[in-house]
């Protein structure tokens, strides 16, 4: 079982779990890349999780909508609870999971035959008629600042968008679906500056309707944009852990483990 | 020391590379020459007669291969609606389910059947639709252009669907998409205009095809769209006039070579623009 | 709670859609693997009553005679061998050394569309080879290369004879072209791969390019080189149409190049449809069974050895 008991925010601001997951590992085969996981995320707050490159923070990410198990002999050991409910039982539908947790990836992936404002409408929708798709998909190019910019465009080819732009596309392509929860993988690493800084504007006002899960690589966003940061780190055998879960301020401030205050400091990573 | 050779040696390089040059010419060299003698022996026979009209018997001047050119289009047609389905499978297979035994065993025979002669493939064809049925047929001939076919559909359609970005599909499937779903509607459009290349490039390949023609269409003097008879196909025509003694019939495989030349050289072509076309769109 | 490898699997194709969908595509991979090993059946159950028939002697039986249904492959393998060997010999020559020019010594104005008029011989069709070969390269061997061949060396067995402008040396050639195409792709590619330290290293010692080209570079890229021309071999066997129309249609060993002769294709496309009795048919189907099983071993050993320098994806 767990060595590790599970690592709870002690705060009265933070008490609305939405997704936990409870001693999760994560294989590619024989190989751990993921250990022990036990954390809990609270509903309206964008978690950072950070931690230098190889701590497994991505992997342990793709766990939650269940992309993982897409990778080459990948396995999944633990529990993850969306809701209270278990995502990885037996006859658990992965697609329902997709459609509650949605994800943006690293480098922006707008589908390239699609046009843009099919894009936004791409998640499905059974049972809604094309306007009422047509009106949530304006409201997620809204959400995602991105409506004034392509609003003259819809039927063209997202291809055409400046990296941002397209990162914001896929953005309200995932919050159209409407979620419960938004994970970002590094979504800022292939943009410029100014394309970065209008995204972290962005997650602070998508975090008032969605939970989000950022992984970044990068401590100073973290700083800025979450509110509560996760550490991760490998250990000797290279398995990914989870070393440190708190408020941003506080960790950030004074972190309660060696290793997180080594991290944040500089000192490697 | 060296110095002392270098004369000699430098001639020896420029002999050298001028025979590495005159080879390389060499191919070109008889390719215009083909493409030349088939240009100016076939053009002046053909004329809208030639390419509308029946075959007329040994003596008769005029005649045509309307019938071939028509049961050309026909076999061909059916041949692609039964490869294409299979081969965007097996490849759709081999794309999603990479590793293993299974899909290495499937590449393996798709390897083995690439190799295959295609006299082989229409002893095949005949075996099995021809021999038990008693009697040639169009559809027989389909049969066996279809697994010509078939190898460079799967494995172009496997490369096609690979070298559509991981990300794009995972972006697909993390939106809640069934695989079939992602599949259909995100990666296989992403995936057409190179599996549209492969299909001219397999239809061309077939459409000079002769040998399984010999014993499963078998040629026919009329018109005939029924795939279930024996039809009428240029190339067969063309190979039965040249080794025919008739002046007359050996002047019209020059033109039906014409038409077979030009319809492969357009769809070859075709092909490689389409794809570069498409690729140029894809990066804007 | 682990998962379970097998849930795991499944997980991918939950829902009806996917369900189905699985379905379909097993369906269509399992009908192609279905055809492909058809096709060996259906040979072998064809050639089965030849097989039982005349046995092993078939293949050194020299007496092709379907009146008194007594068939030996013989002259038909020494055709096929001997077609197939010219147009290697004449093909792996220009087509290394084309490919040689074009790699490393063409300048890029030129190389790019001489490789492409190269490579447009491959797709020239097959009956039109041999409408080409039998009304000008066939005349023009009679009346020109033939005599000038049997003059400067007709003491040699294979120059000897008359010459009827339609045989082995037709064959021959008409071959070579159509697989040029083939050794010059492919060789150029593997020659292009070898990496440029090593033609560096040769130029500083101060070779002439050519130099570097045939003692660097062409023993480096040796093995792809040969898988290209074993591949090209493979296709030569099996060549049908080209080859039947000038090659004689004669069922006879001779040690002239300039002899009528046949070849394993040749046969089954002139004499199958005037096949009559079963046995005859069975013995033809065998010589199709011979070809498959030859251009298996054939294309397997190409692709080892052409894999084996390019990695995959020949």
Known sequence: ?269 | MRNQHLGRRRIYATLGTLLALCCAALGAAALLAILGYVVVQGIGVINWTFLTQLPTPVGVPGGGVGNGILGTLIIIGIATAMALPIGLLTGIYLALFGRGSIPEALRFLSDVLSGVPSIAIGLFAYAVLVAPLKHFSAFSASFAFMMLMLPLLVRTSEQAIRSVPQTVREGALALGMSNFRATWRIVLPTARPAIITALLLAIARVTGETAPLLFTAFGSQFWETNPNSPMAVLALQVFNYAISPYPNWQAQAWAGAFVLVFAVFALSLGARLALRRAMRGFEA | MTADPQFRRLARFVSPADRGFAAIVYAGSILFALLIVALFVELVLGSWPSIVKFGPSFIWNSAWDPVNSKFGALPMIYGTVVTSLTAIALAAFVGIMAAVFLADFAPRWLAAPLSFLIELLAAVPSVVYGLWGLFILAPFVRTAIGPALQHALGWLPIFSGPIYGVGLLTGGIILALMIVPTVTAISRDVIAAIPRDLREASASLGTTKWETATRVVLPAARVGIFGACVLALGRALGETIAVTMVIGNRPEISASLFAPSYTLASVIANEFTEATTSIYISALIELGLILFLVSIVVNALARLMIWSVRGSGA
């Open chain 1, 1 to 269: 079982m767990s060595s590790s008991t599970t690592l709870r925010i002690n705060s009265a601001t933070f008490t609305d779990e939405l997704l936990a997951t409870n001693d999760l590992s994560a294989y590619y085969g024989v190989r751990k890349a993921v250990g022990n996981v036990s954390i809990v995320f609270q509903r309206r707050a964008i978690t950072a999780l950070i931690g230098p490159s190889g701590c497994g923070k991505t992997t342990l990410l793709r766990c939650f909508n269940r992309l993982h198990e897409l990778s080459f002999e990948a396995r999944v050991e633990g529990t993850v609870l969306l809701d209270g409910e278990d995502i990885y039982v037996n006859d658990a539908d992965p697609m329902a999971i997709r459609r509650r947790i949605g994800m943006v990836f690293q480098r922006p992936n707008p589908f390239p035959t699609l046009s843009i404002v099919e894009n936004t409408m791409a998640y499905g929708g059974r049972g809604l008629t094309r306007a009422e798709k047509f009106e949530r998909a304006e409201r997620a190019l809204r959400a995602a600042a991105l409506w004034d910019e392509v609003k003259d465009k819809l039927k063209s080819s997202p291809l055409r968008l400046s990296g941002g732009q397209q990162q914001r596309l896929c953005i309200a392509r995932a919050i159209a679906a409407e979620p419960e929860v938004l994970l970002m993988d590094e979504p800022t690493a292939s943009l410029d500056p100014i394309a970065t800084a209008v995204i972290e504007e962005l997650m602070a006002s998508l975090a008032e309707q969605f939970m989000i899960v950022a992984v970044t690589h990068n401590m100073q966003q973290a700083a800025r944009v979450s509110d509560v940061t996760a550490f991760m780190l490998a250990d000797e055998t290279g398995v990914g852990r989870l070393i440190e879960v708190d408020e941003t301020a506080k960790l950030f401030t004074k972190p309660a483990d060696r290793r997180t205050e080594d991290y944040i400091t500089g000192r490697f990573g």
